[in-house]
Nanobody, 117 residues
């Protein structure tokens, strides 16, 4: 069955770094773009970053540009989000999304990132 599983969430101090991973199974990952979203308590889910199916094209939310890096390894059916210079406002549940076309999207269940001193 189709699965997207996030991992790597943790509690870190401000200024710290984390790398989130997203492992895909049950579909042809290399045909799908991949994105990361996050949802903080009491807020709507928001876009963080996206990468094209082949990995050449990336885009970021302005709030994370220059601090976060999205990547993928299609041979391993995995994606990643490297997060540096983390701040308390980055605290959220982070979700992986894979999509193709306009109507086919898959979501993971999320991984918690907490940034606190």
């Amino acid at each position: 069955q189709v699965q997207l599983v996030e991992s790597g969430g943790d509690s870190v101090q401000p200024g710290g770094s984390l790398t989130l991973s997203c492992t895909a199974s049950g579909f042809t990952f290399s045909n799908f773009y991949m994105s990361w979203y996050r949802q903080a308590p009491g807020k709507e889910r928001e876009f963080v970053a996206t990468i094209s199916s082949g990995g050449r094209i990336t885009d970021y939310a302005s709030s994370v540009k220059g601090r976060f890096t999205i990547s993928r390894d299609n041979a391993k059916n995995t994606g990643a989000l490297q997060m540096n210079s983390l701040q308390p406002e980055d605290t959220a549940v982070y979700y992986c999304k894979a999509g193709v076309g306009l109507s086919t999207t898959y979501w993971g269940n999320g991984t918690q990132v907490t940034v606190s001193s």
